[in-house]
Structure formats: structure tokens, C-alpha cells
């Protein structure tokens, strides 16, 4: 694997199902975005977190779909402009991470509350950043019309459909020793693609106690 293998999966993600799916990577949301050339960071962003993970990660996490307040403005999956700019070393290595919305949208950054648990509880578990990497079954954002690009919402169908060979491109840059589903659309995408994976709760809607419980017993599996 190489820095090449990262550029090449992420062309891949240029090409996004049509209707209400943000591309985070290709796509300026110009009503939130700093500027024109937020899609280019947020590329930059994503290549620097994956080749800091090349050959060294030991836990896959895959979630649902990326989110407004995480990946939409940070290019990564299951993390918040707020983790980027205030744990900068901890994500990202080599450069200095940038915030792409608008700082009076939120002056510190977004922060969502997904990977905020996800971060905290992983790191509590002694894990090294570079131990795990975050994924999405459906890679980029899927919101609501009605409300914005400031919103979300579950990825239809056939969408998820749509974004099972980005998935299967992840897990074959990422082989890690352990491949978890965060979530029920996370598991279904994986059992399609015939991975063997352990499922746990997503944080959301109250499950935060129970995620921490069970991840905790998967990182304890891997020592």
C-alpha cells in the first residue's frame, strides 16, 4: 500500500449518487464553506489521516454516513472540525489541519456528538491514533432537502447500493485484524460485501453507554 493506493481511492469518491448527497471532497457548499477551496483541503485533510493509517491500523470502524457537523467540513469520517483543530497531532500528522465552514456558523467548529464518543472512548481504551482508523458505509453526506446541507438523514437504498464499491476499496486499503459495524446500516452494507464483522450500538439515541461497553470488550479482545 502506498500513497498512491490513498490518491486512487479517493478519486473514487468523486463520482456521488444525484439528489440530496453532498460530496464533501468535489463539491463547494457555498453557503457554509470559507471559501472555493474547501474541497481541496478537505482532500488534503483525508489523504494525510489515511496514509498516517497505511500498514499500522488494527481496528476498522465503519458508521453509517458522514454527518454535517463531522465529515462534511473536515473531509473525515467520524470527526468534527472541534477534534481537528483541538487534538491536531492526534488526527493528523505532517500538516496543520484546517476548519472549512464559515466561522460564524460556529466560531470554534463544529463539533458532533457521534465522534466525539467515538474519539474520547477510543483513546480512554489506550488505543494509538494510528491503531484505528474511521470509516462510512455510505462515505459521503446524505441530508434532508427540506432543510438544508445543514441537516441529515438515513441514505436510501439504493444509495447505500451506490456506495458499497467505495466500501469495499476502504476495506481492502484498510485489512485490519478487526472490522467493526457501528450501527445497523453499517452491518447490512459489510454483510453484503460478505465481511465478517462484529457489530456495537451506535452512541446515538442513548447508546453511548452501551457502545462504550462493548468496544471496550473488543479492544480488550485484541490484546
Known amino acids: 500500500m502506498s500513497g498512491k493506493s490513498v490518491e486512487s481511492f479517493i478519486s473514487l469518491l468523486r463520482r456521488s449518487p444525484p439528489g440530496a448527497v453532498f460530496n464533501p471532497w468535489w463539491q463547494v457548499d457555498e453557503e457554509n464553506d470559507i471559501g472555493p477551496q474547501a474541497p481541496a483541503t478537505r482532500r ?3 489523504a494525510a489521516y489515511l496514509r498516517d493509517r497505511l500498514r499500522k491500523t488494527r481496528l476498522a470502524i465503519v458508521g453509517e454516513a458522514l454527518g454535517y457537523r463531522g465529515g462534511h467540513f473536515t473531509g473525515i469520517a467520524m470527526t468534527s472540525e472541534r477534534i481537528l483543530l ?4 492526534i488526527v493528523l500528522s505532517g500538516i496543520t489541519p484546517q476548519r472549512t465552514s464559515k466561522p460564524n456558523k460556529c466560531p470554534r467548529g463544529f463539533s458532533e456528538p457521534t465522534a466525539t464518543i467515538v474519539w474520547q472512548t477510543l483513546l480512554q481504551l489506550g ?3 494510528k491503531e484505528f482508523v474511521l470509516w462510512n458505509a455510505f462515505p459521503w453526506h446524505s441530508f434532508d432537502s427540506r432543510h438544508g446541507l445543514l441537516s441529515n438523514r438515513m441514505p436510501t437504498k439504493p444509495e447505500r447500493a451506490f456506495g458499497l464499491p467505495a466500501l469495499a476499496a476502504f476495506l481492502k486499503l484498510f485489512p485490519s485484524h478487526e472490522t467493526v459495524a457501528l450501527g445497523r446500516i453499517a452491518a ?3 454483510e453484503e460485501l460478505g465481511v465478517n464483522a462484529r457489530s456495537v450500538r451506535h452512541p446515538a439515541s442513548g447508546g453511548a453507554k452501551l457502545f462504550r461497553q462493548q468496544i471496550a470488550r ?3 479482545d485484541l490484546t
Open 44 to 46: 488534503k485533510q483525508l
Open 86 to 89: 483541538e487534538r491536531k497531532t
Open 127 to 129: 488505543l494509538s491514533p
Open 188 to 190: 447490512s452494507q459489510l
Open 218 to 220: 473488543l479492544v480488550a
